[in-house]
């Protein structure tokens, strides 16, 4: 296709569905209630759909690679041939064509088909909320291309007569988002030849099938690179520049900072920005990008659902299109895998709210305009578009919903003192010690028991109003004491009233806090099938009235054992819901932790001794380039504290963190002053506590023993010798045996197996080192 105008594209799109029918059919397959062909099936209409959904909004290109059944991370280990040993035959490792369910079997541990074996590793995408299947590299490793979904998805497009741009994990970001075989030292860079060599491969192939466009998103641009790595950026696409198609190199999440000169030598065809996150430098990109090159500008953001200022975003691209007038494309920052689908189906979302919003696709609507407003091509449906966006962000700015004086007042009026704990660990730990009566290796879980189709069977009637506020309650109540009489049958030290109430960790807490709003279908991926809907943080927050005090008293009222209240923190509940873009994060999560503060006391004044506040984004919120994250450190871990430091040193402060590399990190990690924390550790083979070691973090640790990502059961010898592990970088006394995460995604008869392994390789610690 010839391109000779603003070109409107986009990364790519929610491969979800707008009524998560990619969830709802591959957890069917796994249950086998559907077969292969309908879970491939429902594939097919979902990619179709998207691409028609691009092409009737007048995008120019149609984006094609974007789809998975699990993850595109681990789309491109597949297309590669990285699968472990342990996942595949021989002979599908070195020559077949790589099956659907060994991809799964990477990811969750089993598939409906096939041997279980440990799933890879998972971990965050750079500082987004999705999670990746961590590629699992080692010295020598071969590649071959070892899949052909993608060529056959390339072929669908064609035929429904699109025109197609394809993307694909680019090779030197996909390499360092890898990982190497625990102990094992790898130059990750030493294995790039054979991966471009399956590169040229793939390129030749879609040049083959008639694609003159593809996008290679390389996001580690936007990262403090090694010299060693920047010199392989250049070699990779000196390699790659024969391929007889156009490359887009896309990068995103950030600005290029001091890549940017490195990234405009490369030879390609088109360079993507993230001009939502580093607006300034696209005038820089502009007086430097060579003639025959395109500039992508991601103006429209990919990360969040405020509506676009249409006429400040023409006016800052006005300069741009002038001087590279079809050369300059107009795209959304990122994928908009990280938004929601659609806000049209938003029918019970306050008018005013929704009128600010934009979800995925919207945003097309947003690109498409944006690309004719810059060339000058404006139809009378764009003049509309420009309108409600005016309008849309004037409303906003005269909103008087959005602050609180009350909230300003207190904030103000904060001291240093208000963070910090009475006494130190040492005194706080032994008082602590003498209130709840724990053994040595105490066990407890992280707070969340498996959610039955009875548990949201009723949290659906209640919210239809089928089911009687006091129904409701006695439901709960009823699977709450069940958690409690399972988790005293096994015999588990400090327990958890099993969060039966709560529809999610996030959105729980934000349904009770003022300044949040909530969305019916603002569904995004998070990882695999799991599903969130995160909330839309709009203005200051506080808390009208208690949220989890008469549940975790209840709790407290049938066990004799130390029940521990649990919260979601300030940092997460910052970083787990959209937003707002008004004012700096800092004080949104300062706000946030005030309110959380009034729980925390409430918590223990109604004599729960022990309260988790739950901080797994602590790590992600992290700005990709390092000299940004000492002001993000300082600000979210006075959040914490303030949060927490409100409490008698005889009240236990948990936090929790799921899958973080903690290694530079860790002071700041230890400046939170939890008294206990858990972590995730069992698929990295307690590799994450040697940041813990090494550093001599002071307080109590529990690192994780049971991988809660897959349905397979830990057995005894196996949590045993993670512990001893454990046990050699941290003195006995601060040890905790715990899972790894929360355990609503699980099944009673995953669980309880599971957490009876785990009581008794306690139990076995204890004899052994008593």
């Not at 649990?566 to 873009?581: E, S």
């Amino acid at each position: 296709m010839a391109l000779n105008m603003t070109v409107s594209h986009i990364l790519g799109y929610p491969r979800i569905g707008g009524n998560r029918q990619l969830k709802h059919a591959t957890e069917a397959y796994w249950k086998g209630d559907i077969q292969r062909s309908d879970l491939e099936q429902v594939g097919r209409e979902l990619r179709r759909d998207n691409w028609q959904i691009q092409r009737e909004a007048g995008l120019d290109l149609v984006t094609v690679g974007d789809f998975a059944f699990y993850d595109q991370v681990l789309n491109t280990s597949l297309l590669l041939g990285a699968v472990p040993h342990r996942f595949a035959a021989e002979d599908e490792v070195t020559r077949g064509e790589v099956d659907l369910d060994t991809a799964f079997r990477m990811a969750r541990g089993r598939a409906p088909s096939g041997e279980s074996a440990a799933a890879c590793e998972m971990t965050k995408y750079f500082d987004t909320n999705y999670h990746y299947l961590v590629p699992e590299l080692h010295a020598g490793q071969r590649f071959r291309l070892a899949s052909t979904r993608l060529f056959s998805e390339v072929e669908e497009a064609l035929a429904e007569g699109h025109a197609v741009k394809v993307v694909l994990t680019g090779p030197l970001s996909w390499l360092w988002l890898g990982k190497e075989r625990a102990g094992e030292t790898l130059d990750r860079l030493s294995l790039l030849d054979g991966v471009l060599d399956v590169y040229a491969e793939v390129l030749q192939r879609l040049a083959a099938l008639g694609v003159e466009w593809v996008q290679l998103d390389e996001p580690a641009l936007a990262l403090d690179l090694p010299g060693n790595w920047k010199a392989a950026y250049e070699r990779a696409y000196f390699r790659l520049r024969a391929a007889p198609v156009k490359l887009l190199l896309a990068v995103y999440f950030g600005g290029l900072g001091d890549n940017l000169s490195l990234a405009l030598g490369l030879p390609v065809d088109g360079l993507h920005v993230d001009a939502v996150r580093a607006p300034q430098e696209v005038d820089s990109l502009v007086d430097r990008l060579l003639p025959h090159k395109v500039l992508s500008v991601g103006a429209i953001d990919g990360r969040n659902i405020w509506r676009t200022d249409l006429v400040e975003v023409r006016e800052r691209l006005a300069a741009a299109a002038q001087r590279l007038g079809e050369r300059l494309w107009i795209a959304p920052s990122c994928s908009l895998l990280h938004v929601p689908v659609d806000l049209e189906s938003e029918t019970e979302l306050d008018a005013e709210l929704k009128s600010w919003l934009a979800f995925a696709r919207q945003k097309l609507d947003e690109t498409v305009t944006l690309a004719r407003l810059v060339s000058g091509r404006v139809t009378a449906e764009d003049e509309r578009l420009l309108a409600a966006s005016s309008q849309a962000q004037a409303s906003r700015r005269a909103s008087q919903r959005i602050h609180q004086q009350q909230v300003a007042e207190r904030l103000a009026g904060l001291s240093e003192a208000d963070s910090q704990r009475d006494s130190d660990y040492i005194q706080r730990a032994e008082i602590q010690r003498r209130v709840l009566g724990l053994p040595l290796f105490p066990t407890t879980t992280i707070g969340s028991f498996p959610q039955t189709t009875e548990i949201r069977a009723a949290r659906r009637q209640h919210k239809a109003g089928t089911l009687s506020d006091d129904d409701y309650q006695a439901r709960m109540k009823a699977e709450i004491a069940e958690a409690v009489r399972i988790q005293e049958q096994l015999g588990i030290d400090m327990l958890v009233h099993g969060e039966a109430e709560r529809n999610d960790m996030v959105e729980y807490f934000g349904e009770q806090l003022d300044g949040y709003a909530f969305t019916r279908f603002g569904w995004v991926q998070s990882y695999g099938s799991r599903c969130v809907k995160p909330p839309i943080l709009y203005g200051d927050v506080s808390r009208p009235r208690a949220m989890t005090v008469a549940w975790s008293a209840y709790a407290q009222s049938l066990t004799g054992a130390p029940m521990k209240g649990m919260l979601t923190g300030p940092v997460t509940m910052l970083q787990w819901a959209f937003v707002r873009d008004d004012q700096p994060r800092s004080v949104t999560c300062r706000q946030i932790a005030l309110a959380l503060r009034d729980e925390v006391c409430d918590l223990e004044q109604a004599g729960i001794r022990a309260i988790q506040i739950d901080e797994p984004a602590l790590r992600e919120g992290l700005p990709l380039r390092r000299s940004e994250w000492s002001h993000y450190l300082e600000w979210a871990v006075e959040a914490f504290r303030l949060s927490a430091s409100g409490v008698t040193d005889a009240t236990q402060i948990h936090t929790h963190m799921c899958y973080s590399e903690f290694n530079d990190i860790i002071d700041s990690i230890a400046a939170l002053d939890a008294d206990v924390i858990t972590i995730e550790t069992s698929r990295s083979n307690m590799e994450l506590l040697d940041a813990f070691g090494d550093f001599d973090y002071p307080n109590e640790i529990g690192p994780g023993v049971y991988d809660i990502h897959s349905p397979n059961i830990p057995d005894v010898d196996w949590m045993v010798a993670l512990m001893e592990k454990a046990a050699e970088r941290i003195s006995l006394e601060r040890l905790w045996v715990n899972p790894d995460c929360g355990l609503k995604t699980r099944h009673w008869d995953e669980v309880t197996p599971a957490l009876a392994n785990m009581v008794e390789a306690a139990r076995q610690l204890r004899r052994r080192h008593a």
